[in-house]
């Protein structure tokens, strides 16, 4: 039988790998070409709304594949379900056998994604961090502001959310960190106060107008054509520009929305992979302003998976 | 938690599901064009050489989605391993939740490729069968026959296979049944002595070059443009030939082959969910001759597996 491990299992799992190494391998090997990821399979359901991705792929050399189902329901808050949910399936490359069904429900997904964020800001934020700032409050903006505990010394923290509960809510459920936890619901203080920015919304209008030099922004939320958190003329003021994966960038996140806008030329802006790789030249100085630009890759999904289905088989 | 279900607990909930009459089902949805089903997902790998395919889909005003992962990997005998493996994912569609993980190993899939043979000889076989033929020896030769002991009255069967130790072996599995079995090497015995011939093999060249008037044959071991187990004289000479769906036939199959061969003209064939739907004719007499041409559909799989769910989830 395959392992079978919950969402709670799963976290247990998950609490004693090195998310940050295994998203440098997953990018690393994004952008070396060494990952075989096919069009993503997509369902689409009209009443109520909702969408299903299968996301799948391996790494060549590697022994397994994983095949990821995300399914987003918009009405579901409404009946005190979570509007995401979610699972992996891990098997063996050379026999086809099924090795682990990761019945996650979308919390994997959501932890690689913040663990891409903290990753970056490894590489692209300024050497000294007086305040991060969060824009946004729901579980992305928790996670993103966890994971950055062990990349980053700084400990105040701003956030800016929609309503004073949402931003009230979000601190009290991070009441456990070492951070201290502002908030504001004018996005402009975060651009005036933070010099390293995560923002974790699905915003359709940007949040952010401009900010100062000296300061790195990651933004996870937009990964569709439509959705930007970012106005455009901050790309264009931009030192280095970032994206994780090139050709998703032709079709969706920040990059692609400057680009539909005129700010920002169709020259080819370096991969997360190349710069943990060392083919691409990172942040240069601290009065530059960088830009992390993630729609999310499937190596993120295959490196996290397979760190989970080990652990727990090593445990056992 | 979803359900979820090893291979032997779905034997034994499926051992109660009425399979023929979920297949008229899945045809008749299908061909009424009810069911949404996206382009079959793949990962190739090459050493060893194995191929995965993920299906998905579900049907308008049902309550489920069905994805499916079935592997072949090629080398697995020698491991002593079976070549192909799968499972199959059911999910709410009001709100993406798992409903059931069925870990059936592949075993759904080889149940209804046999029930669908079994529903085709329900409409296309003569009235009076004299001998069943089957070619091949595989699970598919076996269930093939298992499922047809409800459909028709005949006990005489004359299988055909490659060597003398898969003929032996074949009678051996069936020796619990109520079927006489005798075995031939030469595939020209069943065209002369059966009226009723299943074929059942990943054959691509042709089993059968002719067979008698008032023969009706099912063909389910060609499932690519290569595969073909029928001379395509026998669909040029047929008076009725049916498939499962229009569009496949169009890159796989017999119809397929005959029409590359040019033996059979581009003109509309009847689908098999036309047929159970009273939408085509069937056959129409004892003395016709008639193929059923099965790739297998999506809405097999969304039919079989919401069964087990349900059977499974009503006995609790």
Not at 25 to 38: G, K, T
Request: aromatic letters at 6%; a negative charge; glycine letters at 8%.
């Amino acid at each position: 039988m395959p392992l079978i491990l919950n969402r709670q299992q799963v976290k247990d799992a998950v609490a004693g790998v090195d998310l940050v190494a295994a998203m440098e391998r997953a990018f690393v090997a994004y952008s070396a070409e060494q990952a075989v990821v096919p069009a993503v399979g997509e369902l689409l359901f009209a009443d109520p709304p909702g969408d299903v991705h299968i996301k799948y792929g391996y790494l060549r050399g590697d022994y397994c594949y994983v095949i990821k189902v995300a399914s987003g329901f918009y009405e579901n808050p409404a009946l005190g379900l979570p509007a995401s949910n979610g699972l992996m399936l891990l098997h063996s490359q050379s026999t086809g056998e099924l090795l682990a069904v990761l019945l996650d429900e979308g919390y994997l997904t959501d932890l690689r994604t913040a663990a891409a964020g903290a990753l970056a800001a490894r590489y692209l934020a300024p050497e000294c961090v007086a305040r991060i700032g969060i824009i946004g409050t729901g579980v992305q903006a928790e996670l993103q502001l966890r994971l950055l505990h062990r990349e980053c010394a700084c400990r105040q923290v701003l956030v800016c959310g929609r309503s004073e509960l949402s931003l009230q809510n979000y601190r009290q459920r991070l009441a456990d960190s070492a951070f201290s936890i502002e908030t504001t619901l004018d996005p402009a203080a975060i651009a005036q106060q933070c010099d390293l920015i995560v923002t974790t919304t699905p915003a359709s209008t940007p949040w952010l107008a401009s900010v100062r030099p000296g300061t790195h922004i990651t933004a996870v939320g937009s990964d569709t054509a439509d959705k930007q958190e970012l106005a455009s003329e901050i790309l264009a003021a931009a030192d280095l520009v970032v994206v994780d994966s090139r050709s998703q960038a032709l079709s969706r996140g920040e990059v692609f929305r400057a680009r539909a806008n005129g700010l920002l030329d169709d020259s080819p802006v370096p991969e997360l992979g190349e710069i943990v790789a060392g083919t691409s030249a990172g942040r240069s100085d601290d009065q530059q302003i960088t830009v992390a630009d993630l729609t999310g890759v499937a190596t993120q999904d295959i490196e996290i998976a397979r760190a989970v289905y080990e652990r727990t088989k090593d445990a056992d």
